[in-house]
């Protein structure tokens, strides 16, 4: 098959515009989720995650989309038509997620431009730096354009990055003569709680695959995430007056730090990478009679993870042996799981990506995510998702930051996905 590169019809400075100014533009609204109210049930859990799906509903309809909408929970559904000829391509989607982070304040985003990067420290303000001995993957960015934000708030690349790749795709698609078959676009609310695929209206989808467009550094593609499963330890004692209590108080508080102290201290997050997997205690309530301690358990092999799940059944049991008369109890929830196996099922779904983006000029590498994302939600839905690069880094931080440059690399990709899609189908 002869492959023509569509990207190599961009006019690379007119893309670096439109993505800067949507990005800018996108940034500045704050999105930021609200964990409390997304527990909840409440979806947005936040009014400008409304507020930016609706802007994005006007500018698709300013665009020429017809069937665009967004429905009581601020998802966005739009339909992409396919050019003549490629009625009978069956369609794939693209998604991203309107929400912003947490972990760093999120209003008042000032994104900032670092024109041509020279590979030195960069002052980004507010006292903070960006130094390339810690940030190695701005050696990869030299002589780009860097944003930051104004070292007061997080820049929201993650992920409006993606949002506005999708968008300038969308916008430029017709420039660049690719031919395409529908494509469905979803933006979705709520993705940094974890509740991001709750409500997917997932019977109005007819993608055979969806690319979650929310990944790093250019070149990334991810296709490997964490299986992911909640416990809920209780440790019950037994009160009893401390003047008295020989012989008969049983104390909670001491059960439960001898089952943290009985986890392995070299798989916890702080001391792991890569494909090692962790147990993780991130809350300890504790009291005499009783004691909670939740612990996220984290493997990338369903095996591996059996018998993590069994080891914390086996310390229950050691500290009750510890403790005479008090019980420990272990609830397991299963949060997410690896999306690799369901994706080597359809090997053709990441194939496909690959090509594209080695048409796009870019070398491709595999990378494991150390977590999830609603595309591992959607593969378990039964539509397999992998996670395409957005030029964004450091996310979830004051020091996050992004390549103009990697950006306008996604969106090479991004039409190159749409061409290849279409060839591999017809
Ligand atoms: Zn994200």
Redesign the pocket.
């Known amino acids: 098959m002869v492959q023509i590169s569509y990207s190599g019809f961009m006019n690379e400075q007119r893309i670096r515009q439109e993505l800067l100014e949507r990005f800018t533009r996108y940034t500045a609204i704050d999105t930021q989720s609200s964990l409390e109210r997304a527990d909840a049930g409440i979806q947005p859990s936040s009014d400008g995650q409304r507020t930016l799906a609706e802007l994005l509903l006007s500018e698709l309809k300013a665009l020429g989309i017809p069937d665009v909408s967004v429905d009581e929970h601020s998802y966005l559904l739009a339909r992409i038509p396919p050019t003549s000829g490629s009625e009978t391509v069956p369609p794939f989607g693209l998604c ?2 309107l929400d912003t ?1 947490l972990d760093a304040p999120g209003n008042n985003v000032r994104a900032q431009l670092h024109e041509k990067y020279d590979g030195t420290i960069l002052d980004i303000g507010n006292g903070l730096i960006l130094d390339p001995d810690e940030n190695p993957e701005l050696a990869e960015c030299i002589g780009h354009t860097i944003i930051t934000s104004d070292g007061t708030t997080l820049l929201g690349a ?2 409006k990055a ?1 949002i506005a790749g999708i968008m300038t795709l969308i916008s430029i698609l017709g420039e660049t003569g690719t031919a395409h078959g529908p494509i469905e676009v979803v933006f979705s609310p709520d ?2 709680t974890g509740h991001g695929m709750d409500r997917i209206p997932i019977e109005k989808l007819k993608s055979r695959a969806f690319y ?1 467009v ?1 990944g790093g550094a250019e070149g990334e593609l991810e296709t490997e995430c964490f299986n992911a499963w909640k416990c809920e330890v209780v440790c019950t004692g037994v009160a009893a007056h401390p003047g008295t209590a020989r012989g008969k108080m049983v104390n909670a508080v001491a059960m439960a730090a001898s089952f943290v102290q009985s986890l392995p201290v070299r798989e916890s997050p702080e001391t792991t990478s890569g494909y090692e997997g962790f147990f993780y205690p991130l809350e300890m309530n504790a009291s005499c009679e009783k004691a909670t301690i939740s612990v996220y358990v984290r493997d990338f092999d369903l095996a591996v993870m059996e018998r993590r799940l069994d080891r914390l059944d086996c310390i229950a049991r050691a500290v009750e042996a510890q403790f005479p008369g008090g019980t420990v109890s272990v609830t397991r929830t299963r949060q997410y799981l690896n999306m690799k196996e369901k994706l080597d099922q359809v090997p053709e779904v990441l194939e496909i990506l690959k090509t594209a983006a080695t048409r796009a000029g870019i070398s491709v590498r595999m990378k494991p995510i150390r977590g999830g ?2 595309g591992s939600r959607l593969t378990e839905m039964g539509i397999p998702t992998p996670n395409i690069f957005t030029g964004g880094h450091n ?1 979830h931080s004051r020091t996050e930051w992004a390549s103009l440059d990697q950006m306008t690399a996604m969106v090479r990709t991004l039409v190159e996905l749409t061409a290849s899609w279409r060839e591999y189908h017809v």
Request: glycine letters at 8%; a negative charge; aromatic letters at 8%.
């Open positions: 991203a997620h982070a993650d992920n993606g993705e940094e979650t929310d994302t609603d996310f």
